[in-house]
């Protein structure tokens, strides 16, 4: 937090907390460290105690505002901000005030009613259900310096498996409760690093009222939530995630925001956050969007993505719903959008906006990993904005997401009929810096979970889930999983209890855990795997044709390195199968989903192998295996 405060005097011009360029850069939509301006921020004596609290807030048509909180009884008046000239910003100071004091904004609006909101810029909050902001600094003193330089840079070339969760449900107390940020910090950094994964990604962790939101309606951007304890708490968590090489994301929201009374909305009674109209509704979720043509609103949004990643050190953000910014017509039906001023669906600020933002964000932070959930076409999101791009660093695969499962939910007997749905994705694989998600969205809501989407009786649904995931984990493109995916869970993702940790008293379910495990290591310690996931350089089809089969074959590069792939997605045992090869080669098996450590049968596949030369598939040599039904085998090259 600033400490530019200390020694300052109360009621003197000299070094005036918000000064004329402050003004300026806040009302271009250019200011972007507005958290240094606005909000609650400390006065420190030349001790370095905290003396008291000045208070700032950006309310332009409000007649008049107060701050209010325990110490005048919740009473409008009794400390009355002034106005910073004609800017819309009130300020005040109050002095002793402490650490962890609940306050909010009266503001009067033009039609002499009073209405008490949560500070945007609050740093905490209290636990929900009550709702007022509270003071907050501390002086937390990090220990991630050494992860920094070692892991501080982007993982364009780099693995990247990334472990989603909800930190409210991925594990609780005995007795069912939610535990802490630092109850939560070791475990997991403990389970990420000895299951392989190089990031975690969090669900939404800004302030929000209702546990049922997930975290994806805010209303404290500013404020990681009271839930699993303080601002501090969570820097410890991030820390120790950092001391185990874990690189944490967190899932972060500029495209809407909560319609509660104590929120953003209608903040000094007017639209001041929100769009007006069609272009604020967002319907589908019943929140209202951001008016992202305000040059106040973007120095609010774009200060807060630089707030999480300076304050908390976070190694990135995933941007939720760049499409719902993207399209003015995004969830709303014929006659409930306006187009823009030339005629489309495009939301020109919006573009514009998330361009400045990357911008930004680069600028700052060369090595953030800044990910766009983009569900449509929209071109070039991660070709850099010079370049004519969005500026994003990577982009869900939301095609070969629901490409592939689309497949793997067909029975068999008919899975040649729609063989392209594996393979369409390679027409584009390289257009985009993608991530393959299977996220929190495929387990909800009646779409089942990633296990019981297979298709197929028990045993088929293991076996299937293990060869899928084989597959995911070869093809091009950075991974995530969502919790308990891992654990091949029935049950779909339940936000109000931890997921199904007993299942792993089962050999079934141990073999899916162990095999991601295994997967998780292949995959970074093979640079062939990621090393060339935005090129054809490294990536070969041997066969991506016997749909009769229903068998994908393919090579994975990186200089000399070489990985050999080969997929059957029928129950059907293949003796004698011949692969296509583009060179003569000697291969060794180094994973079989269908090994027993992983619950599977043990058939006995092909350990060794060398090509021949005959004219197969295509390519100028072959190489004899025999393929596992439902299963995914995964060969080096050793010559």
Request: aromatic letters at 16%; proline letters at 4%.
């Amino acid at each position: 937090m600033d400490k530019a405060l200390q020694g300052w005097k109360p009621g003197t011009d000299e070094g005036r907390l918000i000064g004329p360029l402050d003004v300026y850069l806040f009302r271009q939509g250019t200011h972007f460290e507005a958290y240094n301006m606005l909000g609650a921020r400390p006065v420190f004596n030349s001790t370095g105690q905290i003396d008291g609290y000045y208070f700032a807030v950006w309310a332009p048509n409000a007649v008049r505002v107060s701050v209010v909180g325990d110490w005048n009884d919740w009473q409008p008046g009794a400390d009355a901000m002034e106005p910073v000239g004609d800017s819309g910003i009130w300020e005040k100071y109050i002095a002793d005030i402490g650490v962890g004091w609940t306050y909010k904004f009266a503001l009067e609006h033009r039609d002499g009613s009073v209405h008490y909101k949560a500070d945007p810029f609050a740093r905490f909050a209290q636990l929900r259900p009550e709702t007022a902001s509270r003071t907050w600094y501390d002086d937390y003193k990090w220990h991630d310096g050494v992860y920094r330089i070692k892991h501080g840079k982007a993982p364009y070339n780099e693995p990247m498996s990334i472990y989603e969760l909800h930190l409210g449900s991925w594990v609780r107390s005995e007795k069912g409760e939610m535990l802490s940020y630092r109850d939560i910090a070791d475990k997991l950094a403990a389970y990420a690093q000895d299951n392989g994964y190089t990031h975690v990604e969090l669900l939404p962790l800004a302030e929000h009222p209702y546990d049922g939101s997930w975290g994806y309606q805010v209303t404290g951007f500013y404020a990681p939530t009271s839930r699993y304890g303080t601002p501090e708490d969570f820097k410890y968590f991030v820390d120790t995630l950092h001391a185990k090489g874990i690189g944490v994301i967190m899932d972060w929201v500029p495209a809407h925001f909560s319609r509660d009374e104590h929120g953003l909305a209608l903040f000094d009674g007017t639209a001041l956050y929100e769009a007006e109209g069609d272009r604020g509704d967002q319907k589908q979720w019943g929140t209202l969007k951001f008016n992202l043509e305000r040059p106040e609103v973007r120095s609010f949004l774009i200060s807060n993505a630089l707030y999480w990643l300076s304050e908390y050190h976070l190694d990135g953000l995933r941007v939720d719903a760049v499409s719902c910014m993207l399209y003015l017509d995004y969830g709303a039906r014929d006659g409930e959008w306006t187009p823009n001023e030339h005629g489309g669906r495009e939301n020109l600020a919006a573009v514009e906006f998330i361009k400045r933002l990357n911008t930004e964000v680069y600028a700052r932070f060369p090595n953030a990993i800044m990910v766009a959930e983009e569900s449509t076409d929209y071109p070039r999101v991660t070709a850099p904005v010079p370049d004519g791009g969005l500026g994003f660093g990577f982009k869900w695969n939301m095609g070969w997401m629901n490409d592939t499962l689309r497949y793997m939910e067909t029975d068999p007997l008919f899975r040649s009929g729609r063989h392209g749905l594996m393979t369409f994705s390679m027409m584009y694989a390289f257009n985009e810096n993608f991530i393959l998600p299977l996220s929190h969205d495929e387990c909800v809501h009646g779409k089942k979970t990633i296990l019981d989407k297979m298709n197929g009786d028990y045993w088929q649904k293991f076996a299937s889930l293990k060869a899928y995931l084989g597959y995911m984990y070869a093809h091009p493109g950075k991974k995530l999983l969502f919790m308990g995916t891992e654990l091949g869970q029935f049950m779909e993702w339940r936000y109000y209890e931890d997921i199904e940790w007993e299942l792993l008293r089962y050999e079934t379910h141990r073999g899916i855990y162990s095999f991601v495990r295994a997967l998780n290591r292949l995959y970074r310690s093979n640079p062939a795997l990621w090393a060339e996931d935005t090129s054809w350089e490294g990536f070969v089809w041997c066969n991506a044709d016997d749909a009769a089969a229903s068998v994908f074959t393919f090579l994975r590069k990186c200089g000399t390195e070489q990985l050999l792939i080969a997929v059957n997605m029928t129950p059907v045992e293949r003796y004698d199968y011949w692969v296509g090869m583009p060179e003569q080669s000697a291969w060794e098996l180094v994973l079989s989903s269908e090994d027993k450590a992983f619950g599977g049968s043990g058939f006995e596949a092909v350990e060794s192998a060398e090509t021949d030369e005959h004219e197969t598939a295509g390519h100028k040599n072959r190489l004899r295996l025999n393929l596992p039904g439902l299963s995914v085998l995964i060969y080096k090259r050793t010559d």
